[in-house]
């Protein structure tokens, strides 16, 4: 091929011995070392007609494709022989450039070669980019003389030049004939000292600092005794840098390896370095001010290495003081009293906790940067008179607030995640899966079940999963339906139907991810629990609003004993869901809706329950129509707990049992199950069990 070297056999004419046309193969070679570059070339071709055919390298790619991502390249010498005899595109432009450059300058057909090798894998490079020239910064990544590269694609008009012009030897140029305009070296970057590790500025030469340098020059190297590194100048068996550590080393065994960070600065005060003391403190008098704050960090410095803070000895100095009289800066003082206004605006009966938490943390680190949410839960935890949540929403507010991701993570994922880190693999990994499949991520796309679903059925399964570990079982696909069977026997009621759905969710994924063959849960009887509703007692029922103390609690009593709402969805409620003018109340059931037509007497319940949320919280913004003292002024807006509910209500009273006495009441005096899928928005086969529970002679399947 015309890119390639000619092959070292040409083709004869035949004649006699001696005959003149033998000249056509010249027998003489010169001096400049041809001979040596023919059997590089011949030993090259040998290789690549003896290998295998591999993957295709630096293949050609369309033209102005811009990359997404640009990775540097690694080329070898194997790279270089893979291009051998392949067709480059923009060599014919470059080949006569490098034979002027050769000639003008008397270089031997060796440098010749070899710089033939580079140019051809820059244009290689400049192929698999997909670019019209080849960019200067990519010359980087050829093994050699990427100078000599530059330049002939320089003069071929085949290179984008970069800014400012760039060099690719670390040798001072020029060294060779053919550059006539040598480039400058980059100015050094900032680097450490080879011998103290010590930071030196950029205008410095070497790899040492001026005081290792001369230290190395009086003393022998050798093993330092403290930080074990070899080839260091010792004196009394230590380096330079622990030579100033011998003091602390004798009060602090702990600290016998850890050396103090050194800046190598320009200036310095002269003399023999000053020896790092223990640290130990004079006995300090009755009135000496102990409480002294950390040093507070300037806006926008960063740290150079994150630690957690341990606040028990902060508190265990300021235990004798009040906040009151803690000195702050002008920004910290102007933070609490922005904080104070703001609660007392609220008529928040905990603020004094917020402001004294607060107190506690501007003055230890002052208001002039951000605070870690780490530090302020820290803090929190150590006294019950500090709280974290709402003082945490308030600096988010203000801008001050670097959150923690691992606090924001979904509580129940966390206790799955543990619960998972217990087992042992691989069964750990085959449950994770299924914990994989139930969020939506399997082979099979479907609806994403919430964390606290799973933790439910992950509940219900840890000790089955437990006691086959145990008994030897290192793998979900060893369990057969004798396991699962067994693992019921035991069991009755709600918990043998809840471990019987869980078993039957976990072997139904992995069947469906392929990691067992046969579901061994398949015939596994989950049963009816289908209790029969019973009603609520007379003398419970008799006085019940007269026992309920609270606005709220009436409230609850009423959604739930007439209107039969279910438990679960009385916090979810909504305020503008509400609306007396009308007299209705929208019950929101996924992407479904349920109107609540509410009578005179939950109109007034609801009508004395806003009344006293408005004057109780008049600035509470939360939408949901039921809130507590924690939910009323929370930036997050919460709904209700459960727990809040239930005891609001009478003793002896569930919210589940006033719903069921509701529809069962329906159903004894109308016992038409359409009314009561229209009245309580109950499903048919709900509807369908409460009907023949009211009258049973009416669903009562007669003997053949």
């Known amino acids: ?34 001979r040596r570059v023919a059997e590089e070339w011949r030993i090259k071709l040998k290789q690549q007609r003896a290998a295998p055919a591999g993957r295709p390298v630096l293949q050609a790619q369309m033209r102005g494709q811009l990359p997404l991502f640009t990775v540097p390249r690694t080329l070898t010498d194997a790279t270089v022989s893979a291009l051998v005899g392949r067709p480059v595109s923009g060599w014919p432009h470059c080949r006569p450039v490098l034979e002027a450059m050769a000639q003008e300058h008397g270089l031997t057909a060796a440098w010749s070669s070899k710089i033939a090798e580079m140019v051809r894998l820059a244009l290689a490079v400049r192929e ?23 330049l002939v694609l320089l003069q071929a008009e085949l290179l984008d030049q970069a800014p400012e012009p760039m060099r690719f030897s670390t040798t001072n140029q020029p060294t060779a004939a053919y550059i006539t305009a040598p480039v400058p070296l980059p100015p050094p970057a900032p680097r450490q000292c080879r011998d103290c590790h010590a930071w030196m500025a950029a205008d410095k030469r070497g790899f040492r600092c001026t005081p290792c340098r001369h230290w190395r020059e009086l003393h022998h190297a050798g093993r330092c005794l403290r930080c074990l590194r070899d080839g260091l100048p010792l004196r009394a068996g230590r380096c330079r840098t622990c030579r100033l550590h011998r003091h602390l080393d004798g009060t602090r065994p702990d600290a016998r390896r850890a050396t103090q960070l050194v800046i190598d600065l320009p200036h310095g005060a002269p003399g023999q370095a000053q020896l790092i003391p223990d640290g130990a403190r004079a006995p300090a008098n009755d009135d000496e001010d102990e409480a002294v704050p950390a040093l507070h960090v300037g806006r926008g410095q960063e740290p150079l290495f994150r630690m957690r803070r341990d606040w028990s000895p902060v508190l265990a100095r300021l235990r004798r003081r009040t906040y009151v009289d803690l000195p702050l800066t002008g920004p910290a003082r102007a933070l609490t009293e922005d904080l104070t206004r703001l609660r007392r605006d609220q008529q928040d009966p905990s603020h004094r906790t917020d402001i004294r938490t607060l107190t506690i943390l501007v003055y230890w680190l002052g208001a002039e940067t951000a605070i870690t949410e780490r530090d302020v839960h820290d803090l929190a935890q150590l006294d019950s008179n500090l709280t974290a949540k709402r003082l945490c929403q308030f600096l988010a507010t203000r801008g001050l607030l670097a959150e923690d991701p691992e606090l924001r ?41 919430g964390y606290n679903g799973i933790r439910r059925y992950l509940t219900a399964l840890q000790p089955v999963l437990t006691a086959w570990t145990d008994s030897g079982i290192t793998t979900l696909r060893q369990i057969t339906s004798e396991h699962a069977t067994t693992a019921l026997d035991d069991l009755t009621g709600h918990t043998r139907r809840k471990l019987a759905i869980s078993l039957r969710s976990l072997f139904k994924a992995l069947r469906q991810e392929r990691i067992i063959f046969r579901d061994p849960t398949r015939n596994l009887p989950v049963g009816e629990l289908r209790g029969i509703p019973k009603p609520v007692a007379s003398d419970l029922l008799a006085g019940l609003l007269e026992r309920t103390k609270t606005p709220l609690g009436r409230l609850v009593v009423a959604l739930a004993a007439i209107h039969a709402l279910p438990g679960h969805e009385i916090p979810t409620l909504l305020t503008i869901d509400l609306s007396l003018a009308h007299g209705t109340l929208e019950a929101r059931r996924g992407l479904l809706r349920h109107t609540l037509y509410i009578e005179e007497f939950t109109h007034t319940l609801a009508a004395q329950w806003l009344t006293y949320r408005h004057r109780r919280w008049p600035v509470s913004a939360n939408p949901h129509l039921l809130v507590s003292q924690r939910t009323a002024l929370d930036p997050d807006h919460p709904p209700v707990s459960m727990t809040l509910l239930q005891r609001a209500l009478p003793s002896g009273v569930t919210l589940d049992g006033l719903r069921q006495d509701r529809i069962l009441n329906e159903a004894f005096e109308t016992g038409d199950p359409l009314k009561l899928m229209r009245l309580f928005g109950i499903a048919e086969q709900t509807a369908m069990h409460y009907v023949s529970v009211a009258h049973p002679e009416r669903t009562a399947k007669l003997p053949r």
């Open 1 to 34: 091929m015309e890119e390639a070297r000619p092959r070292p056999v040409q083709l004869r004419v035949g004649g006699a011995y001696g005959d003149r046309s033998a000249s056509a193969r010249p027998l003489r070679r010169g001096s400049s070392g041809g």
């Open 128 to 150: 698999a980019e997909g670019a019209e020239r080849l960019p200067e910064p990519m010359l980087r990544d050829l093994p050699t003389n990427g100078d000599a590269v530059r």
């Open 409 to 449: 993570r979904d509580a129940d994922q966390v206790w799955i995640e543990t619960a998972l880190g217990a087992l042992p693999q691989p069964a750990a990994e085959e449950v994770a899966t299924w914990v994989r499949v139930l969020r939506g991520q399997g082979r099979r796309e479907h609806e994403a079940r």
